[in-house]
């Protein structure tokens, strides 16, 4: 789910170092990529398809790698890692195209989220994530927060 997956790029950014935009960017890419190729436009049968294959993620940190070089390259694989292996608890189509998966039909955006919100373990751990990712960014997230305050209070 969503939250889960930007907690952890966010934990990723503060423990692992890496650039905040790509590895949060690259955190919900396979999903943004599947869910609105399979529950958007229906042209794919499952929401974990392309998006969630090893090959998409070395052609997508290529790619990064080309237009924004090797460190936000990085930034973007650890992200893009850890929204897999965040999906790992169920199946992830890891090396297709080259070997050949089963795909069930996803259910719809709102049936999935139904799923997610009335299953207690996945529920227990994307809020434990999302506390975790929250104090670890408390000081960076207190600044954001507190400038359009103090620009308020200059006035
Ligand atoms: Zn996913």
Redesign the pocket.
């Known amino acids: 789910m969503l939250f889960g997956h930007l907690a952890v790029s966010a934990l990723a950014h503060r423990y692992l170092k890496v650039e905040f935009v790509p590895v949060m960017v690259a955190g919900v890419f396979?999903?943004i990529v599947?869910k609105t190729l399979c529950q958007g436009l229906h042209w794919l049968p499952s929401g974990?398809m392309l998006g969630?294959t090893l090959l998409a993620f070395a052609f997508s940190t290529a790619v990064v790698g080309l237009i924004w070089g090797k460190r936000t390259a990085w930034s973007w694989a650890v992200g893009y890692l850890g929204?897999l292996l965040g999906?790992a608890y169920s199946e992830v189509p890891w090396f297709y195209p080259f070997v050949s998966y089963t795909f069930k039909p996803s259910p719809d955006l709102w049936e999935n989220l139904l799923k997610t919100l009335l299953n207690p373990v996945q529920m227990t751990v994307e809020i434990l994530l999302t506390i975790w990712a929250v104090v670890a960014l408390r000081d960076p997230i207190f600044q954001l927060l507190s400038r359009p305050v103090s620009r308020i209070m200059k006035k």
């Open positions: 396979p999903d599947d974990r969630h929204h999906d």
